[in-house]
């Protein structure tokens, strides 16, 4: 599972063979077409039946300009090939820029108002229109970028995407379908969690400020070791000199930020959740995943160590950290939560004498049995009353 | 201007010529004026440094406005033929006030919509060349911006989808640079380009049942030209044309080119009927006797009274050259007896007017230049040659009003005063003397005519009377009026007083081009006329028609802008001749010109080689088993052609795919035998759907394989460091390497083949 969260791979000879394999051609009409088919033929009726020579002219030119749509638009999407470019994660409720490399590889022929249109279930991305490009020139590579919405969270597939023109007179619409697989993981989605709320319940605890078991600070003494040239001369032990006649140099500790550890509790089994009537379990489960990624946004915003552990999901123990990468990979594994799979035993607490906050994030009800005593526990029927209400 | 702002401007112009075009079908100056006005004030007001525009409301409620203004105006005194003239009349209007309004998408459908159906409404109305050009420049532009709006339009959807998402996307930047904008611009030249050309092929060849006639009316405006009828009621005003139809150069027996002494009365249709009714004249219809001649080549004549043996006199010659005119017609002066042409034609005689008309079925075009013989004053026996026994007719006596009679006896008592009269023929009178009565008559009326009648082509100032037939207003009430009104008043006259006679319509050519020594026929030199019996084939012509009236606007109407009108009249010509009088007949022409081009060009070719093959067989002694071998020697030479087709092409291919193309002949030779394994290698990961893209090395490539399939990577790897040594080394392919090979693509295939069936 982490190997799917850690990144939405697309696999090589997939984009290998978008880019060059021979992409699908279809025309389809258009409603504009369909309209203009019928007034040409109107004219065309008239022009038959009735003996003017620049009717028929005007009905002619019509027609062509009809048959000029289709050659036009079909020549200038001859030799144009286009790939998706491998999408970044996305999170729900933000926008999801999907990137497509067009290479027009024509030597003569431009390209024009290409649209790209993704396959893609209307009910796991919301799209906000077509990626478009004005001019796609001959021997020439653009980029063209579709704006989506991810509605849920975890690993959306991406099948086959179309390029289409209507260029030059909205008559025919032209298609090019590419067949590219490729995945991208939808990141649960992150409410704002009111500021104080880490800090009150880390404050004076064991996740409170404290001296980190290791060297490189400049507060308490650590520690002493053998004198390394380029050290500074404050730090010699001289007491130490004076008795042994060797050189010394006094270790500091440091301080480090206070830690916090979420625990995402998903022992149950969906249909096992207790649930009031109108209320629904499997949404109970997604909002206590939001509040657990609420929550470590909130302690990477604030500058905590942080780290995730889910009961009830087999899932590797992560460490204590803090930085981007680390959160995105923790956001990642909590996209990649399978609801649907089979539960498993055990709390996923890392080692025992790990010096952290301990929150625990439960769906429908608390059970303190699953943490120490000194644990924080929230449900996910209390995430309005931890949000910031503007 | 940035290509996408540019279709402002394009719609602009799509309307602007559409409503002009609308305005030159009309002929209608005021209406061109105040739209070309209106429709450029609009471009400054809206799109000026201060651009305003006007409410949705309010450009709503001018629509429905014009729509009843309008609307109202043709029920309450609109005629029904003008119908399309009022319709473009209020589309013209709404879209005056569509420039004015926003410019949203489906204003701009809208305003795009009104200009073609303005267009359209304008080839109903007319069929002029100016009208025919304005609607080539309009197609021009349309494609241009529909092109534009097609960008503009996707621009616009691309940027309000990001605006649907704002605060989440980057706003959407179009980069327009000059590169686009000058292929745009080839783009639109290659699709103009195209919907000409098939545009053209589709006029050509689409179908055409019904005959060319009237090309729509103008309402009630008209202008002055040619037709085979008179409609007294056509149209209030006249408005004076200076098209150059065509010259007529006049030579005398003795050879000596001149201009006459009178003007040159040019016979285009007889009319006999006049339809009270309908308030028209219109030539009747019979095909009794018509009698067809086909003209010889080179201009060489064909004796039209061909009964005639012999010198039948002194012949002048009439040679006809068209400038812009193009009619089945042959115009004539009286009596032509013989005609000659630059190419071979069909000419149809009616003895009964001696009018002439072109019924080739074997042309394209109607434009060609003849040559005719005529006799000024013919004998009697030449006449009777031509006419060639048609029946005699009654209908010349015959008018439907009978109010007639007595303003006609009123008419000759008041022309007694002035003019000689002579006394009525006795019952019993010879036909010479009756012949000569009607003559006399008829001359007298004419000029008493020409002296109390005033000419004029403005008739809206002598208001219509119900009930009132046009010609009697014009005898009894008016006294003014143009030509036709002079030849119908003349010929009712004569009708009603029993003197036969007939309405003859043509062109006067009165204007003579000293230097060039031609006469100059435009259109406003048409012109009607009367012809009175004065014989039992012979037909004298009568105009009343005040001549200097004719001379004087002649030469009020003479521009400096005539002087280059020669160059206008060679493109109408071309317009009236290749687009306006094509039909079914052309059609056929030009199908029967492919066809037998086609058979020219290939039949006789075909027939030779036939022809050599049978020499050689009987050379040969190969008998009748000689079509076997040349069919095998055909295929044979066919297959090695194809053969070596493929082979070129799969070397050009390699080549490409080996980037050999910088390699010296000889080593690239070598290259493609010795690297034919890693292509082979290619192919075989292509068909596994591992196609290797350009921008990779083999090596990279090789490399990008191992992160889907370890083996296969291995595998590939070695068949490309083996290429490499072939392709950059000293290495030579030798045949014991060969088999190495065969086993390198071996473990590849397996390498796949343990990989597709893990997946």
Avoid at chain 2, 481 to 495: I, K, N, P, Q, T
């Amino acid at each position: 599972m982490l190997a799917l969260a850690l990144g939405a791979r697309t696999c090589h000879n997939e984009r290998v063979k978008a880019v060059l394999s021979t992409p699908k051609r279809r025309t389809r009409i258009v409603a504009a077409g369909v309209i203009y088919t019928i007034v040409v033929l109107v004219i065309g009726l008239a022009a038959g039946s009735r003996p003017n020579n620049l009717l028929i002219w005007v009905f002619a030119c019509l027609l062509a300009a009809m048959v000029a749509s289709g050659f036009v638009s079909g020549f200038m999407l001859m030799r144009v090939r286009a790939r998706r470019i491998e999408p970044r994660r996305g999170r729900v409720g933000e926008a999801l820029l999907v990137r497509y490399e067009i290479t027009n590889t024509s030597r003569f022929i431009p390209a024009y108002d290409l649209h790209v249109k993704e396959h893609v279930d209307g009910s796991l991305l919301e799209t906000a229109g077509d990626a478009w490009v004005l001019h796609a020139g001959p021997r020439d590579q653009v980029h063209a970028e579709a704006v989506f919405r991810p509605r849920l969270r975890g690993p959306i597939r991406l099948n086959a995407f179309e390029v289409t023109s209507t260029f030059p007179f909205d008559l025919l619409r032209k298609v090019l379908i590419f067949s590219q697989r490729s995945e991208v993981l939808i990141h649960p989605e992150v409410r704002a969690l009111r500021s104080n709320l880490l800090s009150q319940i880390t404050s004076g605890g064991m996740g409170g400020n404290r001296l980190s078991s290791s060297a490189g600070g400049n507060d308490d003494f650590f520690g002493v070791r053998e004198y390394r040239p380029g050290d500074s001369i404050r730090q010699i032990a001289w007491k130490r000199l004076a008795g042994t006649g060797k050189l010394a140099t006094i270790e500091r500790s440091r301080s480090v930020p206070p830690r916090v550890r979420i625990l995402l509790d998903l022992r149950v089994a969906t249909n096992a959740l207790k649930v009031t009537e109108g209320e629904s379990a499997r949404t109970l489960e997604e909002e206590a995943i939001v509040l657990a990624a609420s929550f470590l946004a909130l302690a990477d915003r604030l500058g905590y160590e942080y780290s995730l552990s889910i009961a009830g999901v087999a899932t590797p123990p992560v460490a204590l950290r803090r930085g981007h990468f680390h959160r995105e990979k923790l956001m990642s594994v909590l996209a990649a939560i399978d609801l649907d799979a089979v539960r498993t035993s055990g709390n996923g607490l890392a080692a025992s004498d790990e010096r952290a906050t301990v929150v625990v994030v439960h769906a429908d009800r608390t059970d303190t049995s699953i943490a120490p005593n000194e644990a924080w526990h929230f449900t996910a029927r209390q995430f309005p009353t931890l949000v910031v209400t503007s | 201007m940035t290509l996408l702002r540019r279709y402002r401007f394009a719609s602009f112009m799509l309307a602007l010529v559409a409503m002009i075009a609308f305005a030159i079908a009309e002929l209608d100056f005021q209406m061109l004026f105040i739209s070309v006005v209106l429709a450029t004030l609009s471009w400054y007001v809206t799109e000026g440094p201060r651009g305003r525009t006007l409410p949705d409301w309010m450009s709503n409620i001018l629509v429905i406005a014009v729509l009843l203004w309008r609307g109202s105006s043709f029920l309450i005194d609109g005629d029904a033929v003008d119908a399309m003239g009022a319709l473009g009349g209020i589309l013209m209007w709404i879209l005056l006030i569509k420039l004015y309004a926003r410019r949203t998408s489906s204003e701009e459908r809208q305003r795009f919509a009104l200009s073609t159906m303005l267009v359209i409404a304008g080839c109903l109305e007319s069929v002029e060349f100016a009208f025919g050009a304005l609607v080539l420049v309009y197609g021009g532009v349309a494609i241009w911006a529909a092109m534009l709006w097609q960008l503009a339009r996707s621009a616009e959807t691309a940027r309000a989808s990001r605006q649907v998402i704002a605060g989440f996307a980057p706003p959407l930047e179009i980069a327009v640079g000059r590169r686009v904008v000058a292929q745009f611009r080839g783009i639109a030249i290659v699709s103009m380009v195209m919907v000409v050309a098939l545009g053209t092929v589709v006029f050509v060849f689409f179908p055409r049942f019904a005959a060319l006639g009237s090309m729509g009316g103008r309402g009630r405006t008209s202008v002055t030209g040619f037709s085979d009828e008179i409609r007294l009621r056509g149209g209030d005003r006249i408005t004076e044309s200076r098209r150059e139809l065509f010259t007529v150069r006049w030579i005398d027996p003795d050879g000596t080119t001149r201009q006459l002494l009178r003007p040159l009365l040019l016979r285009g249709a007889v009319l006999t009927w006049y339809a009270a009714n309908g308030e028209r004249w219109v030539a009747s219809r019979g095909e009794a006797g018509i009698r067809i001649f086909r003209t010889p080549a080179q201009n060489r004549f064909v004796a039209l009274a061909a009964a005639l043996k012999g010198d039948i006199g002194p012949m002048a010659t009439a040679e006809i050259e068209m400038r812009s005119y193009a009619s089945d017609v042959i115009f004539s002066t009286y009596a032509p007896v013989g005609v000659a042409t630059s190419e071979p034609r069909s000419i149809a005689l009616d003895p009964m007017t001696l009018i002439l008309r072109d019924v080739s079925t074997d042309r394209v075009g109607r434009y060609w230049n003849y040559s005719l013989h005529v006799q000024s004053q013919p004998s009697a026996m030449v006449l009777d040659a031509l006419a060639a026994g048609s029946s005699e007719s009654d209908q010349y006596t015959l008018f439907p009003i009978p109010r007639m009679q007595a303003i006609a006896l009123r008419i000759l008592d008041e022309a007694r005063v002035s003019e000689t009269i002579p006394d009525t023929p006795a019952l019993d009178a010879d036909d010479a003397a009756r012949f000569q009565y009607g003559r006399e008559v008829a001359r007298a009326i004419a000029s008493w005519m020409r002296k109390q009648f005033t000419y004029t082509t403005d008739l809206s100032a002598f208001p219509r009377v119900v009930g009132e037939d046009p010609i009697v207003s014009f005898l009894e009430r008016n006294r003014s009026g143009h030509c036709e009104y002079f030849a119908s008043g003349l010929c009712a006259v004569l009708r009603s007083l029993k003197i036969e006679s007939r309405i003859v319509t043509g062109f006067i050519a009165i204007e003579y081009d000293e230097r060039a020594e031609h006469y100059i026929v435009r259109e406003s030199n048409a012109h009607a006329w009367v012809e009175v019996r004065t014989g039992v084939n012979s037909w004298t012509a009568m105009d009343a028609t005040p001549e200097e009236s004719l001379l004087q606007i002649q030469e009020r109407n003479r521009s400096f802008a005539d002087g280059f009108r020669w160059m206008y009249s060679r493109l109408e010509f071309l317009w009236n001749s290749r687009v306006v009088s094509y039909d079914s007949a052309a059609q056929s022409t030009i199908a029967d010109r492919v066809r037998s081009g086609w058979r020219e060009a290939f039949g006789a070719r075909l027939a030779q080689i036939g022809a050599s093959m049978r020499n050689i067989a009987s050379e040969l002694s190969l008998g009748s088993a000689g079509g076997v071998w040349f069919a095998t020697i055909a295929i044979g030479i066919s297959t090695a052609l194809l053969a070596r087709l493929i082979v070129v092409n799969r070397t050009r291919r390699l080549r490409r795919l080996l980037h050999l193309e910088a390699v010296a002949p000889a080593e690239q030779r070598r290259l493609l035998r010795d690297a034919a394994f890693y292509v082979e290698a290619l192919h075989v990961l292509e068909r596994a759907g591992f196609s290797k893209p350009s921008h990779l090395t083999p090596r990279a490539f090789a490399e990008s394989l191992r992160a889907h399939h370890a083996q296969t990577a291995d595998a590939f790897a070695a068949i490309v460091e083996q290429f490499y040594r072939i392709r950059y080394g000293p290495t030579q392919n030798r045949s014991e390497e060969a088999v190495t090979h065969r086993s390198q693509i071996l473990a590849l295939r397996f390498a796949l083949s343990q990989n597709s069936q893990r997946s």
